[in-house]
């Protein structure tokens, strides 16, 4: 017969900032509708204080585009990895949007001169 570690002799685990802000970003990248050729990867930022995560998610956006509905859904879907990926709670998620990237930037409107 094996003896059995009591439950407070185990240890625990802990996970890095930076584990859950890598999970948040590339959460946040899944969440975007279309995101834009040009643009740079979502970026994020983590505090974490036991088994809860603060997330601050920056990301850039097409235009036109409806922020307020791809914010939203970048905030449900950060909440939904990190809770299962990371097993932690998370009360905040804040989405900064950095920049849009209008649809065609760089495009020369046809017949216009250079």
Do not use: F, N
Not at 27 to 38: G, L, R
Not at 78 to 107: K, S, T, W, Y
């Amino acid at each position: 017969m094996t003896d059995r570690v009591a439950v407070a002799e185990r240890g625990e685990t802990r996970i890095a900032d930076r584990v859950v802000a890598k999970i948040a970003a590339q959460a946040a990248k899944e969440a975007v509708d279309k995101p834009p050729e040009d643009g740079a990867p979502p970026s994020a930022t983590v505090t974490v204080h036991r088994d809860t995560a603060r997330v601050l998610v920056s990301l850039e956006l097409g235009y036109p585009s409806d922020i307020g509905r791809q914010c939203g859904a970048v905030r449900r879907r950060v909440i939904e990895r990190v809770e299962a990926l990371a097993g932690m709670e998370v009360p905040e998620v804040a989405v900064q949007v950095e920049r849009l990237h209008p649809a065609g930037a760089g495009a020369m409107p046809e017949g216009s001169i250079r």
